[in-house]
């Protein structure tokens, strides 16, 4: 085992017992309704899968914090996504988050066994609740992206190894919303010249400029403590060497107390790196505090 | 962006949905019938009240309470709010909170306990999330007066 990799599963060993070790001594940091604290985007944004949504990681309301960390895996026929990271928010108002992602392209038969990026995360809640008053919660937030290697981003057109990803998006609660269940809808706006979220890199030789794309969710809140739901994301399609395509998924979120969540998908991914038609199975664990 | 989205049809079909269940449902008997009637919300209210007064976070804004009225004032509450041959015959909720510096998360624990206390009584999700919805709207007159 390379230095690299003892050091990466000292790491997310670390993050997986921290917030045990803290949800032992946290106080008043679960003023949020059990569910509205969501899951973890493999971006480290608080939100669904793919999704963010406008609330903030953990169940601190006004006057508190807290934060998550998770734990992130996509299998698909050709590849594999890990994500791991950690978020925190102050007094349900701004929310700052780390994560990094690793894509194993070995299928490939490349000498490079995998593509990595490391994502920083700010989020400002601007206006409105989750669940109470006049206004859905609205939130802005910008994602700062970079490739740990351009090599291979390089080699197939994209031009940059790091960018800023602006995004505002509306999430609402409706109680009852749905035949008696509370129905959840987020939608965003995003503006993105990512390649692949940014695996393969920023902009490219098709186009290079920022694209405006939506993302939105809906979920069901089946009973206070189970979700179902579908989240689609539309994204840029900059290389030339090969096409790539929106992706969408439909979720189920187990969230039997206020420090795990647990969220399972089947994702349709859509060609990536001239392999088509990757369908994939997601598994993401949550850990708030 | 190159393929046809299905999903934002269902999507759209969801924001549809919500656009109807937007505006605060209408008391329906149901509501009151999955509560169990008024032997059911006396007994979520007794439950209700119980584990107020043992969450540490919130009891001290009912040290003072006299607690068979409030019990009294709350079955008639809730039982008015869901569609049930009830009138509340107490004061409005901006009176009866002002001055109580509630805050959100205090707000949120009660929630939370009448949830649990609903889910003790086996009530219907349905029916749980009815009242929730009509409850919900009361919040502003509660908290931070």
Redesign the interface.
Known sequence: MSDRAAGAKACLLALAVLPWVLAGTAQARDGRLLATGGASTVEGSAGGGIVPWATLAGYGERGQSGGTAFLTRVEARDYALDAFGAAYAWNNRFELSVARQRLDIGSLGLPLRALEQDILGAKLRLAGDLVYGDLPQVSLGLQYKRNRDFTLPGAVGARDRDDLEPYLVASRLFLAGAGGRHLLLNLGVRGTRANQMGLLGFGGDRRDRREWVLEGSAAVLVNPRWAVGLEYRQKPDNLGFAAEHDWWDAFVGWFPNKHVAVVAAWADLGDIAGQPGQRAAYLSLQWSY | ???A?P??A??GL??S??I???AT?APTRSTYDGLGGTPGIEAIVEDLLWRILEDA?INRHFADADIPRLHRLLVEQICAEAGGPCVYSGESMEASHAGRQI???EF??L??HL?DAM?ARQV????Q??L??RL?PM??DIIRR
């Open positions: 962006m190159r393929r989205r999903t934002l269902a999507i969801a924001l949905l919500a109807a269940g937007c449902p976070r805050t959100e998360a949120n624990a929630v939370e949830v889910e219907p999700v349905a029916a999330n009815r929730l919805a919900a919040r502003g």
